[in-house]
């Protein structure tokens, strides 16, 4: 007789990403996309304490790469929902919190396996409403998966008996308690990862959430919330509230029953949701803890020393990756004079053979960016661009249907440039020249952000010094600055990054959880 291996004492291990040059793969995420085509333009309802709730007042999402077809339809929740999934989540609560840590990590080890079972199909549905690629949607899932599986292993040690000083005479003992209600506002760029992670770290440490899904990705939170109930995530433990922000989202933060928000997305509404929180309501008996992960401005360094083909590369992965819309995106490109005219030329030769296309297909590496306030963002900023450096590539229009924009480059910009400053958050390059490393170094640590940042050199003296001075979250040393991994890269960043949360690392289970010592006198 054999026993069972507790997959919470297992060691983690990463979700290889899957291989699209086998031809058995390809035909499965094909027939895979097929089926979810056949899905599209459903309904899906508010779920409030495990009642579903729908309304004649309702929204879209929308597939960007074709904004005519139709992915999903929503109820618009209101005001007083809000008010309804926050006493959900709190009588949820008082049972929830006693469930045992290792049975609240199962749910997600459960939940982890069946998002396994269907991961083609859930890249399906990232491609039709966010228009991610098929390596994209497929890194996406993948990421999702890696942190169910390591955010209950983490809840597992978490439970166990933590080291303390030993007092003679004495037990001592400390317990991570859940915190209570929680607000979880994912965003749409990662709608599988981040909103899972987002969520199920939350739900394992204990609490219940209200999930605002992002409005352009409600789809794929509404199947991920689904998943969570076919697993038997008891009802009111997370509560499915899509519906715009400027009616519930202010709501939600400012509840006195709410203990913290939890929130992936662009600096403005970061703060904003930091300045709610942070005041005292009536009837509020605690500080509201933010989560808070904002925006970015990551550079990439490249020295005299470096491999100039790897650092084209890379750049262009980091740049271009998504279209871009990534808060780890590498949307400038530090050069040291010494080999500025070398590798600008590579970087453009890279950037223009990036196949643009529909996301269903399997050779597009450039799909539509989110919607079409992003389309007149982006190309706002690239019309600023024309006047800040030189058009090297892109710029113009894509002649196609959705809200394509072309891989826009633009050297020689000043470190003072609004593109070199400023989120564009789409697929636009300012490469900008350094008179040395130092001086590189001071143009990578010259935004409000420091979330990621890269370094592509061979001198170990330039790495180093890259290590203690290059002020960011995430530093990548002769590697791109997008892609971190679970367990490996927990991600975070600092100044108006965010809260440097450490998401998929050790430390993030502790933001959702209150530490309480039990001391008795033997």
């Known amino acids: 007789m054999t026993t069972a291996t507790n997959p919470l004492t297992t060691e983690f291990v990463n979700t290889a990403l899957l291989d699209y040059s086998d031809p058995t793969i390809k035909q499965q995420q094909a027939a895979a996309i097929e089926t979810v085509r056949g899905k599209l333009g459903h309904t899906y309802p508010l779920i409030i304490g495990g009642q579903e709730i729908t309304s004649g007042d309702t929204f879209t999402s929308i597939n960007p790469a074709r904004p005519s077809e139709v992915v999903g339809i929503f109820p618009k929740a209101t005001a007083a929902q809000a008010k309804d999934a926050i006493t959900a989540a709190e009588t949820a609560f008082a049972t929830w919190k006693d469930v045992v840590p290792d049975r609240r990590a199962q749910f997600l080890i459960d939940a982890a396996r069946l998002l396994t079972e269907r991961r083609m199909e859930f890249n399906a549905w990232l491609i039709f409403e966010t228009g991610k690629s098929w390596v994209e949607a497929d890194a996406d899932v993948a990421e999702g998966i890696d942190f169910l599986n390591f955010y209950a292993r983490e809840m597992h040690r978490l439970a166990q008996p933590q080291p303390l000083t030993r007092l003679p005479g004495e037990e001592n003992d400390l317990q991570y308690i859940p915190l209570g209600v929680g607000v979880v506002i994912p965003p749409w760029n990662f709608p599988l990862a981040i909103m899972a992670g987002m969520t199920t770290a939350s739900i394992v440490a204990g609490n219940a959430v209200v999930l605002k899904p992002a409005s352009t990705a409600a789809t794929i939170a509404a199947n991920f919330v689904a998943l969570l109930r076919e697993v038997g995530v008891p009802a009111g433990v997370v509560n499915f509230l899509p519906g715009p922000g ?43 803890r933010t989560i808070l992960e904002m925006g970015g401005k990551d550079g990439i360094v490249v020295d005299e020393t470096a491999d100039l083909d790897a650092a084209a590369t890379g750049i262009v992965q980091s740049a271009f990756g998504y279209q871009g819309q990534k808060c780890s995106a590498g949307s400038r490109a530090i050069i040291v004079q010494a080999v500025y005219n070398q590798i600008v030329p590579q970087i453009v030769e890279k950037a223009k053979a990036l196949a643009i296309g529909d996301p269903d297909a399997a050779t597009t590496q450039i799909g539509p960016v989110i919607d079409a306030n992003a389309f007149k963002k982006i190309r706002e900023y690239i019309e600023v661009g024309r006047d800040e450096g030189k058009l090297e590539t892109g710029g113009g229009d894509v002649e196609r249907e959705g809200y394509y924009v072309p891989p826009t480059i633009f050297s020689g910009v000043p470190d003072s440039a609004r593109i070199a400053l400023e989120e564009i958050f789409g697929p636009v390059l300012a490469i900008i020249p350094a008179k040395d490393f130092d001086d590189a170094l001071r143009i990578a640590n010259n935004t409000e952000y420091g979330l990621t ?18 002020h960011v979250g995430n530093l990548y040393l002769n590697r791109k600055c997008t892609g971190a991994m679970v367990g490996a890269h927990p991600f975070g960043g600092f100044n108006m990054s965010g809260t440097d949360s450490k998401a998929g690392g050790r430390d993030y289970l ?7 010592v039990v001391a008795a006198k033997k």
């Open 246 to 288: 400027g009616t519930i989202g202010d709501v939600l933060v400012e509840d006195p029953r709410t203990r913290f928000i939890a929130f992936t997305g662009s600096r403005d509404v970061g703060l904003r949701i930091n300045e709610l929180a942070a005041k005292h309501q009536p009837g509020q008996k605690w500080i509201k």
């Open 510 to 516: 502790l933001l959702f959880t209150q530490a309480k």
């Open 453 to 470: 940042g890269s370094v592509y050199s061979r001198d170990q003296a330039h790495l180093d010094q890259a290590a203690r001075e290059f």
